[in-house]
Structure formats: structure tokens, C-alpha cells
């Protein structure tokens, strides 16, 4: 099956359910997408106990969307920007210690934390899990792939929720960041993983996580001031060109960074920014365009929605890949990450909010919405299948709780997100 009926497949299936949660189910779009690929998956498992040769088939196909690649170096990047241009950059550049603290330090915390615990819990008898031989690194891999909240799915949820605009761009921005935080801690620890840790120093992880941040920081700088002048110069009369442009800046930012082990993510949501609708003209004014016409925003925001329609539905079929090797003690264990994941997010949130409430000011409430805001989503689920082969049946526990927080997140945290805010 080629790329193209791959695609039609997945449009079509995106119209299907689109329409069928319109008139039935009636939840928030990417939600509903995903809880009827869920249900479609779960009506393939059930065939295909039946007819084995058709569970076969089916996942033969899921493995050719090769989700991995398909979401971090295709899709990501243009969903990245697609947010990065409609925050508030005023609010963010206002709030920017308190979004650089939850994104640094809740990730980092989080990863340690969720990691630590997740390797003395596979090694408890009562689960008879020590047999994977999991070891510290292994969980901690887990704990890093899991720690940050995932951009697409916090971002098509926030917008919904009629939050004041400062916790909005809390959360936008914690989420556009902390994502690409996350993948270079990932990268790091998956090199500890691979080189071993005798040959990794402290050197030349420091010189890593430094080269992928400010690397990315510095490429999405360069290239959206340059992108922001030639657009300024065209002044929208051809706004044809500037969808081209756009399009062609972020695929340049995403090769680049690729080609030189930078943070693309970061690369390109830096680059977003300088391209933003929200910059101010001056003190007074908010919301002027700059540098693209409504056209070209509008183009942005219906490629977000159509991506954001095929990967909520890509995560709901992923079920069939992820319930390879599953025994009854990873739904147990599972359970206990889900609670494990969401503490640590809570203090990985509240901490740097009761420190920096001394000289700011935050609303009622603030870190226990941003707790409960803080969505996984297919960024998670494309990093654990990055995982290498020769964790064995580890991998298959990471894929399986992997998924679990994914589903916990998007599904109880998002449809009760709206009634924690309220």
C-alpha cells in the first residue's frame, strides 16, 4: 500500500467519523476522531480472533503509516507553527520566566521522578514484571517520552475552553516548549542508552542538550527574522506566495535542524513567533497583522485542523501495534503510572508557581488547571516506538503505558477539562 492510498484512507476516514461524532456523539472534534478509531480498532481485535488472517492484515497496515516518522518529521513541525502564530506574544513574552520554569523545570522533574518510581514498581514481586529486566535508563526513557505535554492535543483543547488569556498562554506556551525540551532529554538518555553510560561524560551530554536547544533557539531566530522580512516586503498582496513561503520556511527550519542534531520543535515554534499575528504595533494596540494577511492564517488554521483530524485518529488505530505482548499485569501497573504521571506533573507545576507567585500574581487555581491541562498525545506514543529493539518485551510495557497515559489524558482530562475550569 503506496503513500497515496495510505492518505485516502485516512481523509476518508477523517470525513466518516467527522461526521458521525457531528450527529451522535457529539464531543470536541480530535476527541471524538479518536474514541471512534478506537472503536474501530477494537472491533478489528475482536474479528480478528475470529479470522486471524484479517487482525494480520489490518495491522500490517497500521504498521505501513510508520506513525513515528510520519508525526515528528512531517507532521509536527507544521502543526508547531500552525500554534506557535496564533499565541498571544505579548502575554508570552510578559509571562516568559514563568512558561520557561514550568517547561524546564516540570519536565526535568517529572522525568525523574515518573522514572525513578517506574523502575522500583517493575521490580516489585507482586507484579512479576523483573523477568523484562528494565533497568534505570529504560525508565527513565519512559519517564522523559511522558514528562512533556504534548502541543497538538493541549492546543485543539485550550482554544475551546474560554480560560482568561494569561492561564491560556501559560498553558499554550508551557506546551509549544516543553515538548522540545522533552525530545532533547529524550535523545540524551536514548544515547546513554545506546553508547552506555561508561562512555557518556558530563561534557558531552551538556554539549548535546546545548547544541539541540540553543542550536534550534538560534536556527528558528535567524530564519524567521529573514522570513518576517521578506513577508514584510511582499505586504500582502499576494498572499498565494505567502502560503508558499510559509510552507517552505517551516520544511527548511525542520531539514536544517535535522541535518545539524538541532531541536526542530523548537527551531520552529521560535520561528512562529517572529511570524505571529499578535505582535504589537505598539503599547496600545493588540492583534495587528504584520506580517501575513487573514488569508494566510486561515490556510494555517485548516491545515492544523485537518492534521490534527488524521493524527487523533492515527493515535486510536495505533491500538492494534500497541497491544502486541500484553499480559494482564500491565493493565495493573498501568493504573498506578497513570496516578504517578499526573503527581508528578502537579508538583512539577506547583513548584515553580508558589515560588514565583512571591513577586507575581496568578489566579485562583492556576496549577491545578495547568496540571489537569497538561495532555499527552501522539508526540508520546511516536517517541516510545523510537525505542530501540533490544529492550525486548520492555518496549511492549513502555508502548502499553505509553498509551494508557495517553488515552487517560485526552480522554478523562480533556472532556472534564472544561467542568475543572468552570
Known amino acids: 500500500m503506496n503513500i497515496l492510498e495510505l492518505s485516502t484512507i485516512l481523509l476518508l476516514l477523517a470525513s466518516i467519523f467527522s461526521i458521525v461524532n457531528l450527529r451522535l456523539l ?63 506574544v505579548h502575554e508570552l513574552l510578559k509571562d516568559k520566566l514563568t512558561i520557561l520554569l514550568l517547561a524546564s523545570f516540570g519536565v526535568v522533574f517529572s522525568t ?73 532529554i529524550f535523545l540524551t538518555l536514548l544515547n546513554i542508552k545506546i553508547e552506555g553510560i561508561d562512555t557518556v561524560t558530563v561534557q558531552s551530554v551538556g554539549s548535546l542538550f546545548i547544541t539541540e536547544v540553543l542550536g534550534g533557539a538560534i536556527l528558528g531566530a535567524v530564519i524567521g527574522y529573514l ?16 502560503v508558499i513561503i510559509t510552507l517552505s520556511l517551516v520544511l527548511l527550519v525542520s531539514v536544517v535542524a ?18 505571529n499575528r499578535n505582535i504589537d504595533t505598539d503599547d496600545q494596540t493588540e492583534g495587528i497583522q504584520k ?17 490534527n483530524a488524521v493524527l487523533f485518529i492515527l493515535i486510536g488505530l495505533e491500538i492494534l501495534a500497541i497491544f502486541n505482548g500484553f499480559q494482564i499485569s500491565y493493565l495493573i501497573l498501568s493504573f498506578l503510572i497513570i496516578v504517578l504521571v499526573v503527581l508528578s506533573r502537579g508538583l512539577g507545576v506547583f513548584i515553580p508557581i508558589k515560588l ?27 517517541l516510545a516506538l523510537n525505542l530501540p529493539a533490544s529492550l525486548g518485551d520492555g518496549k511492549s510495557l513502555i ?15 480533556g472532556l472534564t477539562l472544561k467542568k475543572i475550569v468552570k
Open 26 to 88: 457529539k464531543l470536541p472534534q480530535t476527541i471524538g476522531l479518536m474514541v471512534l478509531a478506537i472503536i474501530l480498532s477494537v472491533i478489528v481485535l475482536i474479528v480478528g480472533f475470529v479470522f486471524p488472517d484479517f487482525l494480520e492484515a489490518a495491522s500490517s497496515i497500521t504498521q505501513k503509516f510508520d506513525f513515528s516518522t510520519l508525526l515528528i518529521d512531517v507532521m509536527l513541525p507544521f502543526l508547531l507553527f500552525a500554534g506557535a502564530i496564533s499565541i498571544s
Open 112 to 184: 525523574f521522578t515518573v522514572g525513578i518510581v517506574t523502575f522500583w514498581l517493575t521490580q516489585q514481586p507482586f507484579l512479576g514484571l523483573s523477568s523484562l529486566n528494565l533497568t534505570i535508563i529504560d525508565c527513565l526513557l519512559f519517564g522523559a517520552l511522558i514528562a512533556p505535554t504534548d502541543p497538538i492535543a493541549v492546543l485543539a483543547m485550550v482554544k475551546k475552553m474560554n480560560l482568561s488569556k494569561a492561564t491560556e498562554t501559560r498553558i499554550a506556551g508551557e506546551s509549544l516548549f516543553n515538548d522540545g525540551i522533552g525530545v532533547v
Open 227 to 242: 522570513g518576517l522580512k521578506l513577508l514584510l516586503y511582499i505586504e500582502n498582496q499576494h498572499v498565494e506566495l505567502e
Open 258 to 275: 535535522h541535518r545539524f542534531h538541532f531541536s526542530g520543535p523548537i527551531g520552529v515554534v521560535i520561528m512562529g513567533l517572529f511570524l
Open 291 to 307: 506580517a501575513m494577511g487573514d488569508y494566510v492564517y486561515k490556510f494555517w488554521h485548516l491545515l492544523d485542523e485537518t492534521l
Open 356 to 382: 514565583l507567585s512571591i513577586k507575581k500574581k496568578f489566579e485562583k487555581n492556576t496549577a491545578l488547571i495547568i496540571t489537569w491541562g497538561g495532555l499527552r498525545g501522539g508526540l508520546s506514543i511516536a
Open 399 to 413: 508502548l502499553f503505558l505509553t498509551y494508557a497515559v495517553v488515552l487517560f489524558t485526552i480522554l478523562v482530562q
